[in-house]
């Protein structure tokens, strides 16, 4: 067993950090992060940490490589602070996308990323539905996934689903999808997407099963620019989908998809917090529902901290 448990914050979402804190029982640790002119990041930890099991919560936003640096750096001064074991708490992991060599000369950066938590002193990683589940296999480490399927299956689970389908976005997401329609008791469809280029933007091109008359819920782990949910959507609806919502975990919403989504004509958006979502995104889709994971997290710190699995929470 390790020593007294400690959680800490980047500054990159305090606000879930918060939640999961209050959700064990703890206040956050103290810590001072400093921004100097020259973009230099100095990170001091402001209390004891000797032998004690730390979580650090950082999770991966605008700007995405400051707040990696932030968190590399906030490990590092743990690990020389003599923390007996540091956790990086991810919701949203770094360069996630980044996790194949399907281009000659390019770098596969989930793999870098995972080489340098581990370089600065991170003994675990605790993340939530990866891109891609090979990625935990970059870790040298132990690392655990958590998913966001029993916050959002619970959410729509409150609903009439006697005549709802659940909807891939692509043939890639059709197993993610199929775990979600399973937890609902309902059928699944696939849209036949298709990439072309690297602009993000893809095109629906046919639609494998039945979608008519019916309330279809487009299931993914992450909304980018939006492009993809919007072709989704126009695709069902073209099909005769007689409401379109969406059930995501990360809400990246990069570039113009705010704009993008909100000319989607979707009837609900429902993801969790594991990005922040600014007041501002809210007001401006007010058919976005905002799920908390600081439960989960937290529930995942204490079964760690404990020695016990997270595999069983998860089932």
Do not use: W
């Not at 879930?16 to 103290?30: D, E, M, N, T, V």
């Not at 590092?76 to 956790?87: C, E, M, N, P, V």
């Not at 980044?98 to 002193?121: C, F, H, N, P």
């Not at 989607?264 to 969790?272: I, R």
Request: proline share 4%; net charge neutral; charged share 25%.
């Amino acid at each position: 067993m390790f020593g007294e448990m400690k959680i800490f914050s980047g500054t990159s979402h305090p606000e879930l950090a918060r939640g999961i804190a209050s959700h064990i029982g703890l206040p956050l640790g103290k810590v001072k992060i400093t921004r100097f002119s020259n973009e230099n990041i100095k990170v001091k930890i402001e209390e004891n940490v000797r032998e004690a099991d730390v979580f650090v919560v950082q999770s991966s936003c605008p700007p995405v490589s400051d707040s990696l640096l932030e968190l590399l750096i906030m490990i590092d001064a743990l690990k020389f602070a003599s923390a007996a074991r540091i956790t990086a708490v991810l919701p949203y992991f770094p360069y996630a996308r980044s996790d194949k060599k399907d281009e000659a000369r390019i770098s596969i950066t989930a793999r870098l990323v995972a080489d340098l938590l581990e370089t600065a002193g991170a003994d675990r990683v605790l993340t939530m539905t990866l891109h891609a589940p090979q990625i935990l296999g970059f870790f040298r480490k132990p690392a655990d996934q958590l998913l966001a399927t029993p916050i959002l299956t619970q959410y729509f689970k409150n609903k009439d689903l006697s005549n709802t389908v659940v909807v891939a976005t692509d043939a890639g997401a059709a197993k993610f999808a199929g775990h979600f329609a399973k937890r609902l008791s309902v059928p699944m469809a696939i849209i036949d997407k298709r990439r072309f280029d690297d602009s993000e933007k893809a095109q629906s091109v046919a639609l494998i099963g039945d979608v008519t008359g019916k309330d279809a819920i487009i299931y993914d782990d992450e909304i980018a620019t939006g492009g993809s949910i919007k072709e989704a959507s126009r695709i069902l609806r073209e099909f005769g989908a007689k409401t379109v919502c969406v059930g995501v975990t990360h809400p990246v919403f990069s570039g113009s998809a705010i704009e993008t989504l909100s000319a989607a004509g979707l009837d609900e958006l429902v993801v969790t917090d594991s990005i922040p979502v600014s007041d501002e995104k809210r007001k401006a889709m007010p058919f976005l529902r905002v799920l908390s994971t600081s439960g989960m997290f937290g529930d995942a710190v204490l079964r760690i901290h404990g020695g016990r699995s997270i595999s069983e929470m998860m089932d």
